[in-house]
């Protein structure tokens, strides 16, 4: 008896709720599930936060598929031929992905497939508009985000309502098991444990936090958002990167029925922060040099400083600002940092140390669970001032105002600089300019605000 056998190719989107390509390939048959691990030969490999969240994830997959993940590693450009050879799959499904190496990788495995007679399909997994779509009257990109969001997308058709899992998954058993153990995603040394303490990761995982968040976070979202110590973020981003739940998942579940004008609000505020995170992809697929280049040109002759004594003791957390190395052991210790303080810490990489935002963008590539090119590119670009609809130049956050106004009673900061945990709100934002400091066993500032925000500020008038 033959049967139809379709090759289903997960990707970003590590999940069977909402995934329309596993929908596909269960419509017509039998599915040979894979996941390939092909980024090594790309200038954007995943960095190791990235692989160690990988790792659980496709193991919860793999649960989730009664143990029949196929995991491989190599060029997917050759493997995915191969495996319809050997398996004689007649369609082949995926959902998109949007980082210009997978778009360009996918184009031509489409048609090279297709040239071979198998029927090939991608479907729409991980954005609420397609970047294609959003196009100004006269069919070119939008550049601003309001534009972008309420002209572009909020009036075009809603975003389709999720899928529910298959009702029934007619697996393949690969001949030959190649675990995700195989693909060695988890480092020798064992630096991730502590991290993963404060992580649920898995598809059920990722929907109990957003019910946690709608529940808890989500009524006072808009003004609670900037403070780092509330827990009014949803903490949903490596979730929505690595695709354990989608984002028409979360739009349309935070949807929730007879809410209050209030709660609409909130609503109103939190899927605007999910439309920033369309505008970034919309961004890298019509501007792919993002992650590399000034969108600004005007930027590329900006003089930046080549330190890195300084550059790791931000990396460090040791700068001797209590709300930026607050910031930056969140990061080391959890994967994960809070909106606000990114926008912190990154400012002051680059208009205080003034060294170059692709330096801060590739230390968030490696350390965040959540790093993602297209978020991470635009923002960095956006906090530089040379993005897209970008923070002026001339915003210069100051660390110790924000850190007065963002954590007033010091409490994200004593969790995570536990050498100021004895100070009084009144000293802990700036330390050096009490008289406890020298009992303290904390480094002192490593740069004058003022002088470097000068020189900063002549710098980029300069431009
Ligand atoms: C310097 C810098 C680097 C960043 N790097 C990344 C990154 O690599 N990956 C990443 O996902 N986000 C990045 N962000 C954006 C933002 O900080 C995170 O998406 C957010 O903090 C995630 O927390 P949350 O899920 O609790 O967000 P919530 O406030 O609960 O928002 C819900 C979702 O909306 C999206 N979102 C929220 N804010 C933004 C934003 N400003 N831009 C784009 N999407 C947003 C995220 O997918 C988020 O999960 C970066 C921001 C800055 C300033």
């Not at 959902?95 to 497939?113: A, G, V």
């Not at 897209?388 to 001339?394: L, Q, S, V």
């Not at 009992?439 to 002088?451: G, T």
Request: glycine content about 6%.
């Amino acid at each position: 008896m033959s049967y139809y056998t379709s090759l289903v190719w997960f990707r970003q989107d590590l999940r069977t709720e909402d995934n329309p390509a596993l929908q596909a390939g269960c419509q017509k048959g039998r599915v040979l599930a894979v996941y390939i691990l092909d980024d090594e030969e790309t200038s954007w490999s995943m960095g190791g936060a990235s692989k160690v969240w990988l790792h659980r994830a496709l193991q919860d997959l793999d649960k989730s598929l009664h143990g029949n993940l196929l995991c491989l590693q190599g060029k997917a450009a050759s493997l995915i031929p191969e495996l319809v050879r050997q398996y004689k799959i007649k369609s082949v499904f995926w959902n998109r992905c949007y980082e210009p190496w997978r778009i360009h990788r996918d184009t031509q495995l489409k048609s090279s497939l297709r040239n071979q007679g198998v029927e090939v399909e991608s479907f729409n997994g991980s954005l609420l508009w397609e970047p294609w779509e959003v196009l100004k009257k006269d069919q070119t990109p939008y550049r601003v985000f309001t534009p972008f969001y309420r002209k572009g997308c909020l009036a075009a058709a809603a975003p389709r309502m999720p899928l529910p899992a298959p009702e029934s998954l007619n697996l393949i058993t690969p001949d030959k098991q190649e675990s995700v153990e195989q693909l060695n995603l988890l480092p020798k040394i064992n630096w991730y444990q502590p991290m993963l303490q404060h992580w649920d990761i898995s598809e059920q995982g990722a929907s109990r936090q957003l019910e946690h968040f709608l529940e808890s976070g989500l009524q006072n979202y808009k003004a609670g958002r900037d403070f780092p110590a509330m827990k009014s973020v949803s903490r949903l981003s490596p979730y929505l990167h690595f695709g354990l739940i989608s984002p028409h998942q979360v739009w349309h579940q935070s949807q929730m029925n007879g809410m209050s004008d209030q709660l609409e609000k909130q609503l109103d505020h939190f899927q605007s922060e999910l439309g920033w995170r369309e505008f970034s992809y919309y961004l890298l697929y019509h501007f792919p040099t993002l992650p590399e280049k000034n969108f600004q040109s005007k930027f590329d002759s900006f003089p930046w400083r080549k330190d890195d004594e300084a550059l790791q003791k931000w990396k460090n957390g040791q700068t001797g600002y209590p709300i930026i190395d607050a910031g930056m052991r969140e990061l080391w210790q959890t994967g994960y940092m809070h909106n606000r303080v990114r926008m912190i810490v990154a400012s002051f990489l680059i208009k205080n140390l003034m060294i170059d935002w692709r330096e801060g963008a590739q230390w968030f590539w490696d350390t965040l669970f959540d790093a993602d090119l297209a978020n991470n590119s635009a923002s960095w670009q956006w906090v530089a001032g040379c993005g897209a609809d970008a923070a002026p130049y001339f915003r210069i956050f100051n660390p110790v105002t924000q850190s007065k106004k963002f954590d007033p009673d010091g409490e994200y900061i004593r969790h995570f600089v536990p050498e100021l945990s004895g100070c009084s709100a009144r000293v802990l934002h700036a330390p050096w300019e009490s008289s406890e400091a020298n009992l303290i066993d904390y480094p002192q500032p490593m740069v004058d605000l003022k002088s470097s925000r000068k020189d900063a500020l002549e710098a980029f008038r300069d431009l």
